[in-house]
């Protein structure tokens, strides 16, 4: 019974997650906007390109009729040995010149589609790294990745093959057409009979594989997504022994993913052997007209070969073009979720006139300021307060109460609702956001720790310092001691989130690597939330010199780390309930009273 139980949580876990399949039109003015990306290349890949293709389609179309009207018609049946000579000899030739130009086409081509895989990505890339909190807020980090890999994967046998093929197919049915008319008119209507059942049967598929290629792309992103939640979680799984339940529900997406890339593939399938199938029919045509029109003298044997050659370049290029439709189709369904990136926008929008501060002093006012994350819960209620230049503010309050919010507004993360904040009597939209965020650092409870080495994770905080430099930061918070006794020092390699360093040891790298930044207003996040007592000593040694001469922020439950702050601010569900120093708050004996009172009770002091 419980075991059918969990599979019912599973099976509706996976059900909930899936994504709605949109079924829109094929949208050729995003596939247009994605051609876009070709205009770098139009004065060297692209034309070198087109000319080959147009080089090598007028040696394939010219081919036929020297070996079929010429080889046949005049120098075999009118046995001109001669002639047979240097025909052969030219054939020979142009079969070479094609052989080199579609070497160098596929070269270019290659190149064209790899540099601009390499620009779209690089474009997404730049685009995402400036969106706002509230668009990581709203995505997992798997759905985010399979946007800038695979999505963009998917797009590269389009730009390397599919947009060159398309011209090359076009030009080689548009000629290849004049040229059967001009042969024998009769025969080529005959053949062409079929081409309207072949068009109504390819059509009524499009619409089918559209949406097939749309949810492929959907259920890689769900995998990639899941992938990622499990292996940054894997800790807790196996905590709570849920390994089982996390590989039936893996089992679920990646079964759905098979079955949907299986469809699409078959629907896929079916044009090559249609194409095919309407091919043998045209050619059975083309046996029988074409023995009538010889035997009736419409038609000489040379005229019926070479009719033949271009009866096979006719549905050479349709069946082509039938692929080439299908590339286009994943290639949309990737560009749709491509551009749904690329249209985002900053919700914290830089003005055009923003202002580029050198220096702050750092005084920072909230003026009656409301904040919400999702428009109906406010996390601030019109909030107000005052910290000068140089002074330190501890928030104090119980979760949820506002405390990270205010941190992330003075860092412009999100824009404030309603009310303004201030640096330095500045309205801080008026600000550029990279000059006011260079001199703003911030230390968080759950430190990132980038793959790479010690000396380069400090480093992040100032490229531009020492080595020098960052040892000494290091040892101005006390963490040379443990850097140094590592084998390698501060070239020792740690990988991603430095998972080989203690929780302690990671929050006195980004000690660190605030101090080496040298800013004018630090923020605090439960930043020693995460240390031992005997690290918390240490810690406040180094804060006094990490805090001298700048604006502080300091979000932290420890009493240690917040009773010698020159201003605490005490909040609730966000509001403001009482601020002031240590001893003033104490005296009132209110709410921060209370909160004194319960942690020394908690630590059995007093």
């Not at 949309?332 to 220096?359: G, H, Q, Y």
């Not at 000494?472 to 080989?500: L, M, P, W």
Request: with cysteine.
């Amino acid at each position: 019974m419980e075991e059918t139980r969990k599979k019912q949580l599973i099976l509706e876990r996976f059900h909930y997650s899936q994504d709605q399949v949109i079924d829109k039109p094929f949208n050729w003015k995003q596939m247009m906007r994605l051609l876009q990306y070709l205009k770098p290349y139009t004065k060297n890949y692209l034309p070198l390109s087109f000319a080959a293709v147009i080089l090598t389609t007028a040696i394939r179309l010219l081919i036929p009729i020297l070996i079929g009207v010429y080889t046949l018609d005049r120098a075999i049946i009118k046995k001109d040995t001669t002639l047979l000579i240097q025909l052969v000899l030219i054939i020979s030739g142009l079969y070479l010149l094609s052989y080199a130009v579609n070497s160098l086409r596929i070269r270019w081509m290659n190149t064209l589609g790899q540099n601009v895989i390499y620009d779209l990505r690089k474009h997404l890339f730049t685009h995402v790294q400036s969106l706002s909190h509230r668009f990581f807020d709203q995505r997992s980090a798997g759905s985010i990745l399979v946007r800038i890999m695979n999505d963009i994967n998917s797009l590269q046998e389009l730009f390397t093959s599919g947009v060159i093929n398309l011209l090359t197919d076009c030009l080689l049915l548009l000629a290849t057409i004049f040229i059967l008319f001009s042969l024998n008119a009769k025969l080529t209507i005959a053949i062409m009979v079929i081409l309207p059942i072949m068009f109504f049967i390819s059509t009524s598929l499009r619409k089918k594989i559209r949406v097939l290629w749309q949810m492929v792309r959907q259920k890689q992103s769900q995998i990639n997504s899941h992938l990622n939640e499990s292996i940054q979680g894997i800790r807790v799984t196996q905590t709570y022994t849920q390994e089982k339940e996390n590989i039936a529900f893996f089992k679920g997406l990646n079964q759905e993913n098979f079955q949907t890339w299986k469809q699409a593939v078959q629907k896929n399938a079916m044009f090559g052997p249609f194409i095919e199938m309407t091919n043998a029919v045209g050619t059975a045509i083309l046996i029988w007209y074409g023995a009538v029109l010889v035997a009736g003298s419409e038609a000489t044997i040379g005229e019926f070969v070479s009719f033949a050659f271009y009866l096979g370049m006719f549905w050479e290029p349709i069946s082509r073009l039938g692929q080439l439709y299908n590339q286009l189709l994943i290639g949309m369904a990737s560009s749709e979720r491509i551009f749904e990136f690329l249209d985002e926008r900053p919700l914290v929008k830089e003005r055009a006139n923003a202002l580029a501060l050198d220096s702050i002093k750092g005084k920072i006012d909230f003026e009656d300021v409301v904040f919400s994350y999702d428009e109906k819960r406010k996390a601030l209620k019109g909030i107000s307060f005052t910290i000068k230049a140089g002074e330190t503010a501890a928030l104090v309050g119980h979760t949820g109460s506002g405390k990270t919010t205010i941190a992330n507004l003075v860092s412009r993360f999100y824009d404030a609702t309603a009310g303004t904040v201030k640096i330095d009597g500045c309205p801080i939209q008026d600000l550029s956001i990279a000059s006011l965020r260079s001199q703003i650092s911030v230390v968080l409870q759950d430190t990132f720790i980038f793959s790479g080495t010690i000396m380069e994770n400090i480093r992040f905080g100032n490229p531009n310092a020492s080595d020098e430099e960052v040892i000494a930061a290091a040892k101005a918070v006390g963490a040379d001691h443990f850097i140094t006794q590592i084998s390698s020092g501060y070239q020792t390699e740690v990988e991603e989130r430095g998972n080989v360093l203690s929780v302690g040891e990671r929050q006195l790298l980004s000690f660190a690597r605030a101090l080496l930044a040298d800013p004018k207003i630090l923020i605090l996040d439960e930043a020693t939330a995460s240390i031992d007592t005997e690290t918390e000593v240490k810690i406040q040694k180094a804060l006094k010199t990490l805090l001298k001469g700048r604006t502080a922020i300091m979000i932290a439950h420890r009493l240690s780390t917040i009773r010698e702050a020159d201003k605490i601010i005490v909040l609730d569900h966000g509001k403001i309930l009482e601020q002031g120093n240590h001893e003033r708050l104490m005296a009132q004996q209110g709410v921060y009273y209370e909160l004194v009172k319960a942690q020394y009770k908690m630590l059995g002091v007093g």
